[in-house]
């Protein structure tokens, strides 16, 4: 009896601590999911800062934009400008995310189309100021005088376009822009002042049409080329005449039989 009340003490006893160390491990658990989500939330975070340091003019600034984005919190971001005394003077800018919390995917599409954008406008280095402007919206003047509207890639996404149709409305291809934003912002500026050129040659080439010169080349040609205009078709050459076949000579009379 006393055999039987003491096995069944240890049983219960055993079962006791077993659900004792069960919320320990599960914690154990949780901690340790929890850990591996920050290291894995912490390296995509560092690579994109890293990514985006010379956009954004400092890590801690390239910090402050993928955090605020991924957030969808203010970013603050600090300009140092060096004063003529040898003192630096520090601005600061806020910008407010128009779009809520991003996947970090969406953070790096959406400061690639903004660096685009400002490459595009021959901005390769860009202030606080200009990057704000690029991700929400605003006029900028630039260097020459002439002032530059932006739609801003976060205003567009907020109103419910997607990114390839962003890219698309500012001259861009969303894969371009995201193997290298600047190369395709450089690319798409380029592509700008070789049309303006090209309609600066049209308009000379027109105003010489008026001219004597000009009015010599006008046609009713269907092809729209005047005689001067069009290539001369080579003449066929001439083929020599064929010789003539020599007549066939005579053949004698077939002479008579002897005594005939």
């Known amino acids: 009896m006393n055999t039987r009340h003491l096995t069944l003490t240890l049983v219960c006893a055993a079962v006791l601590a077993g659900l004792a160390a069960m919320p320990a491990m599960a914690q154990s658990t949780t901690a340790s ?33 993928v955090n605020g ?4 919190t203010a970013i603050v971001l600090d300009q140092v400008t060096q004063n003529a ?8 800018t ?27 406008a021959g901005i390769t280095d860009p202030t606080a100021a200009e990057i704000a402007a690029a991700l929400n919206g605003g006029s900028l003047t630039l260097a020459d005088g002439t002032t530059v509207d932006l739609q ?5 996404r907020a109103s419910g376009e997607g990114w390839g149709q962003i890219a698309n409305s500012m001259g861009f291809k969303l894969g371009d822009v995201m193997r290298s934003p600047k190369a395709a ?11 303006g050129q090209a309609g600066g040659v049209d308009a000379h080439a027109n105003a010489s049409a008026s001219g004597d010169f ?4 006008i046609t009713d040609h269907p092809t729209g080329m005047s005689a001067i205009d069009r290539p001369q078709v080579p003449q066929r050459p001439t083929l020599p005449d064929r010789p003539q076949i020599p ?4 053949i004698p009379d077939h002479a008579g039989r002897p005594g005939g």
Not at 36 to 61: K, M, P, V
Not at 95 to 112: H, M, R
Not at 247 to 250: A, D, E, G, K, W
């Open 214 to 217: 000009g009015k010599s080349q």
């Open 69 to 72: 984005l991924r957030n969808g």
């Open 152 to 156: 801003g890639v976060l205003a567009a």
């Open 85 to 92: 005394d040898g003192t630096s003077t520090t601005a600061s």
């Open 33 to 65: 999911g929890t850990g591996t989500t920050s290291t894995s939330t912490t390296r995509e975070s560092t690579r994109l800062s890293s990514e985006f340091s010379t956009f954004a003019g400092s890590d801690a600034n390239a910090q402050a934009l």
């Open 247 to 250: 007549s066939r000579p005579q």
């Open 185 to 195: 912002g450089a690319g798409a500026q380029a592509d700008a002042h070789v049309h």
């Open 94 to 120: 806020t910008i407010q995310p128009v779009t809520g919390k991003l996947g970090y995917g969406n953070v790096k599409i959406a400061l690639s189309l903004a660096e685009a954008s400002l490459a595009k």
